[in-house]
């Protein structure tokens, strides 16, 4: 798992934290919350990086946990979504109490490993909450002209568990829901069922880069999956997150 | 820095002073954060090398490493996405067995970790020797399974997760320190929970 070799990666931020207000807030279904944020001392990032967030209580308690980014380099807000766990402590305060003109401590951008710099043949795999990485790649190569080299599959039990459907679908992204019958653009219907490597064959096809988002049992079937369209699994990078109990 | 408007936080054990900054109690649960796909790694050709500043390179096969004096460790783990998991118990060999078989040159300051991916990282030697690290294949008795780095990893319990390599096959003695994979990707060259030692650029 070595760097490709010329491989243009974000420079390592020694970031420190810093202040991002919230702009924008939008409840999305009835798990998700989308939050916009203006982050003082920016840093641009590379689709792909996550911030993270910090909390801090009067007695002087945190938490702090990381969100991928959704938007694009150049909106001047940062995107992120979150998804309401049950009794999540971060989650569950970003999605029941944050309000405009919130401040909040963030740290960013970073990571330097699940990132997609807009020049390698790409697929993304994503589970649920998984797909935020992949929004800013996709919004990245929009802009940029380079969707050619980004094929997007994303999973979900239900659509509404799925944030950026809409948008996902207009880039083209595949769909695959598990607990709901989806109809397609030629009248058929596709049965609720987990993705086919079938399905994901065409999509493997000449890409030289897999990433692979979601739970820790959606990576280990997807990676399955991706080795059975023909996906070498050195050329897969993973970002999960979630329990294994 | 200022507070969060309407955060008080929750599940505090008032005071805990086992918790480092920043760091929640994530009870029965283990979270796992990889970077790659899970490897099946086969016990019957995993081997297990020390080499590099070392008087007597040795590569000990699964038979051999628990032919060793098995040790455990009973203690709390710390990652760096914030859980920390109390109380966990996990039975292998200490490194330090495996340093007194090949012995140490005099000029090894730092110990280069590699899994069976090409997954690397990168420790002081001081932070692997007098009984801070192990290589580890049972956790609370039961076989590693392959999410958990399984059949074998390294185990520094004192350092941030990602520091214990996960599907552990070599270690190789070096008379300077270099980057391992989560280190060129941002995190810090120590990763000391109790420093908060995270990205690179903490202190
Ligand atoms: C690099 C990275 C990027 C991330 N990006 C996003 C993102 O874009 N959007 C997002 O919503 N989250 C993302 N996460 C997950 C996020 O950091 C938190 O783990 C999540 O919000 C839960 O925190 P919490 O404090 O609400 O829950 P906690 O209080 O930590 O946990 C509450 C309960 O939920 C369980 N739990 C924790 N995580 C999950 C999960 N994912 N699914 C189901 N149960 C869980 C815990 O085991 C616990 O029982 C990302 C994580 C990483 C490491």
Same mark, same amino acid.
């Given at each position: 798992m070595t760097d490709?070799?010329?491989?243009?990666?974000?420079?390592? =931020?020694?970031?420190?934290?810093?202040?991002a207000t919230v702009r924008e807030v939008e409840h999305v279904g009835a798990t998700f919350v989308k939050l916009r944020m203006e982050v003082a001392d920016r840093h641009d990032h590379?689709?792909?990086?996550?911030?993270?967030?910090?909390?801090?209580?009067?007695?002087?308690?945190t938490a702090q946990r990381s969100y991928s980014i959704a938007s694009d380099p150049t909106d001047p807000l940062v995107e992120v979504m979150i998804e309401c766990l049950p009794r999540g402590e971060v989650s569950g305060f970003l999605h029941d109490v944050v309000e405009v003109g919130d401040e909040l401590e963030v740290r960013g951008p970073i990571g330097r490993w699940f990132v997609w710099g807009g020049t390698t043949p790409?697929?993304? =795999?994503?589970?649920?909450?998984?797909?935020?990485? !992949? =929004?800013?790649?996709?919004?990245?190569?929009?802009?940029?002209?380079?969707?050619?080299?980004?094929?997007?599959?994303?999973s979900a039990q239900t659509r509404d568990r799925l944030p950026y459907a809409d948008e996902l679908e207009e880039y083209g992204a595949f769909i695959a829901l598990t607990r709901e019958n989806q109809p397609l653009a030629d009248g058929s219907e596709r049965v609720a069922a987990h993705l086919y490597p079938d399905e994901l064959v065409p999509l493997a096809d000449g890409i030289e880069r897999a990433y692979v988002c979601g739970s820790v049992g959606f990576v280990s079937f997807v990676g399955r999956i991706l080795g059975e369209?023909?996906?070498?699994?050195?050329?897969?990078? =993973?970002?999960? !997150?979630?329990?294994?109990? | 820095m200022a507070i969060t408007r309407g955060f008080t936080g929750r599940d505090r054990r008032g005071g805990d002073d086992r918790l480092p900054p920043g760091q929640y109690d994530t009870g029965a649960g283990w979270p796992t954060l990889t970077a790659e796909l899970t490897p099946q790694v086969d016990v019957d050709t995993w081997t297990m090398t020390v080499d590099g500043l070392v008087d007597t390179p040795t590569t000990w096969d699964w038979r051999g490493v628990h032919a060793l004096p098995g040790s455990t460790y009973f203690g709390d783990i710390h990652c760096v996405t914030t859980w920390t998991k109390? #109380?966990?118990?996990?039975?292998?060999?200490?490194? #330090?067995?495996?340093l007194e078989i090949t012995g140490v040159k005099p000029e090894a300051t730092h110990v280069f970790a590699t899994s069976t991916t090409g997954y690397t990282t990168n420790l002081p030697l001081a932070d692997i020797t007098d009984g801070k690290a192990w290589i580890v294949w049972e956790f609370d008795g039961k076989p590693l399974t392959p999410e958990h780095g399984g059949p074998v990893r390294l185990l520094v319990p004192h350092l941030y997760f990602w520091k214990s390599a996960k599907w552990i096959t070599r270690l190789e003695l070096r008379d300077h320190d270099e980057q391992?994979?989560?280190?060129?990707?941002?995190?810090? #060259?120590?990763?000391?929970?109790w420093l908060e030692q995270r990205y690179q650029g903490d202190a």
């Open positions: 490709a070799p010329g491989e243009v990666l974000p420079e390592p =931020v020694a970031s420190s934290w810093t202040t590379v689709p792909g990086q996550h911030y993270v967030i910090r909390l801090r209580a009067p007695d002087g308690y790409s697929l993304c =795999v994503a589970g649920g909450s998984g797909v935020v990485p !992949f =929004v800013s790649m996709a919004r990245y190569a929009r802009r940029t002209g380079t969707e050619p080299l980004m094929r997007i599959a994303a369209a023909g996906v070498r699994s050195d050329a897969v990078r =993973v970002e999960q !997150f979630g329990p294994t109990g | 109390f #109380d966990t118990t996990f039975t292998g060999v200490s490194v #330090d067995t495996l391992g994979f989560w280190e060129r990707n941002g995190y810090h #060259d120590r990763g000391d929970p």
